[in-house]
C-alpha cells in the first residue's frame, strides 16, 4: 500500500494567517493527491484535486502543489469557517486508496 | 446534484455481519464508481472498497476478504456486508462517489458500534 504521511498533526493559528500542511508520499504518486476538509460531526469535503486543481465552489485561499511524493496545501488569509481537520489522499492507480493521518487545525 | 444517505443497525455483536445500505437520489446508480471509507477514532479514514454497475467491486486487502459491496439498481441503493465484525470495526461509515475529483459526493455517515 502507499502510505501517507501528514505534518503536522495539528496546527495552531490566527484568522489572517497563511497555513501549509505537507504530505509525503511512500512512492512516486505524480499528481493523484486530493486534499479534504471536515468538520465535526459531518463528513469529508473535497477541496483540491489532482494536487492542484480547486474544486467548484471552493474559495481561492486554498491552493495545493507537490508533484512525485511531497505535496502541500496552503490556506492564505484563513477565515473562521476554516478551522476544520484536513486530510490529504492518494488516488494514483495501484488500490487501496489511502489517507493521511489529518491535522487538526485550531484557533490560537 | 446526487445525494446519499446510508442506514443500518447502529449496533451490532461481534462477529455478527453488519448489513449498510446507500440510497442514492438524484442521478442513476449506474453513472458513478461507489465507494465505502470509514472513520474510527484509531485508524483515521479507511477506504474499504469501490463498486461500478457491470464491473467487479475490489476491496482493500487490509480487511482480509470480509467486505461484499453489491449495487441494487433497480432500488437505487448500494450495500455493503462485512462479515465477522470486532471492536476493530467500530467506526462512522460513509458511502461516496468517486472519479478525477476523488472521492467528490459523500453521505453524512452512520455510526456503527460493535458490542455484545
Known amino acids: 500500500d502507499i502510505q501517507m504521511t501528514q505534518s503536522p498533526s495539528s496546527l495552531s493559528a490566527s484568522v489572517g494567517d497563511r497555513v501549509t500542511i505537507t504530505c509525503r508520499a511512500s512512492?512516486?504518486?505524480?499528481?493523484?493527491v486530493n486534499w479534504y476538509q471536515q468538520k465535526p460531526g459531518r463528513a469529508p469535503k473535497v477541496l483540491i484535486y489532482?494536487?492542484?486543481n480547486l474544486r467548484n465552489g471552493v474559495p481561492s485561499r486554498f491552493s495545493g502543489s507537490g508533484t512525485g511524493t511531497d505535496f502541500t496545501l496552503t490556506i492564505s488569509g484563513l477565515q473562521p469557517e476554516d478551522f476544520a481537520t484536513y486530510y490529504c489522499?492518494?488516488?494514483?492507480?495501484?488500490?487501496?486508496?489511502?489517507f493521511g493521518q489529518g491535522t487538526k487545525l485550531d484557533i490560537k | 446534484q446526487v445525494q446519499l444517505q446510508e442506514s443500518g443497525p447502529g449496533l451490532v455483536k461481534p462477529s455478527e455481519t453488519l448489513s449498510l445500505t446507500c440510497s442514492v437520489s438524484g442521478d442513476s446508480i449506474t453513472t458513478y464508481y461507489w465507494n465505502w471509507i470509514r472513520q474510527s477514532a484509531g485508524k483515521g479514514l479507511e477506504w474499504i472498497g469501490r463498486l461500478r454497475t457491470g464491473e467487479s467491486a475490489t476491496y482493500n486487502p487490509s480487511l482480509k476478504g470480509r467486505p461484499t459491496m453489491s449495487v441494487d439498481t433497480s432500488n437505487n441503493h448500494l450495500s455493503l456486508k462485512l462479515t465477522s465484525v470486532t471492536a476493530a470495526d467500530a467506526a462512522v461509515y460513509y458511502c461516496?462517489?468517486?472519479?478525477?475529483?476523488?472521492?467528490?459526493?459523500w453521505g453524512p455517515g452512520t455510526m456503527v458500534t460493535v458490542s455484545s
Open positions: 489532482a494536487a492542484s
Open positions: 489522499q492518494q488516488s494514483y492507480v495501484s488500490l487501496p486508496f489511502t
Open positions: 461516496a462517489t468517486s472519479g478525477p475529483q476523488g472521492f467528490d459526493v
Open positions: 512512492q512516486n504518486i505524480r499528481r493523484y
